[in-house]
């Protein structure tokens, strides 16, 4: 089945339509994307009414290709990295793990943008779809 999840922006390259995200290397995501590194977003702005479908090829970085992102990461966000046992394994009781920060567990998401579809639910709603292929050229759709 398609899996959805939920992430939080970490950083954002406008110019090189790069998006990054932080998860931890033995998440499920992770390997997913090793078979198949395409990913979706939906982003809604509840203020700009703006629902936003974000079309993306995800690059998966780790080690010293992350160290100084790691460096940042402050010391309780750190615990999102590395528990035991691994990110979604069973286990018998809901506090039946161990948060152990590590920094061989981060990883960064590197997402290339390749498509994003805009539709603005105001009184008139109004949708378009921009390609990276096209240059960001953007095509109306039917909302």
Not at 36 to 65: C, F, K, S, Y
Request: a neutral charge; glycine letters at 6%; aromatic letters at 4%.
């Amino acid at each position: 089945m398609p899996q959805a999840r939920t992430v939080v922006l970490r950083g954002a390259d406008p110019d090189e339509a790069v998006l990054e995200v932080h998860t931890d290397l033995l998440s499920a995501k992770v390997g997913d994307l090793r078979v198949n590194p395409m990913a979706a977003l939906h982003v809604w702005d509840a203020g700009a009414h703006l629902q936003t479908r974000i079309e993306a090829r995800a690059t998966i970085l780790t080690g010293a290709a992350v160290a100084q992102d790691w460096a940042r990461v402050p010391d309780p966000s750190r615990q999102s990295y590395g528990s035991q046992p691994p990110p979604g394994t069973p286990i018998d009781d809901a506090l039946a793990c161990a948060k152990r920060p590590d920094a061989a567990c981060f990883a960064v998401l590197r997402l290339t943008v390749l498509a994003i579809d805009a539709v603005h639910l105001g009184p008139q709603h109004r949708r378009a779809r921009y390609t990276r292929e096209t240059g960001w050229r953007g095509q109306w759709l039917a909302p």
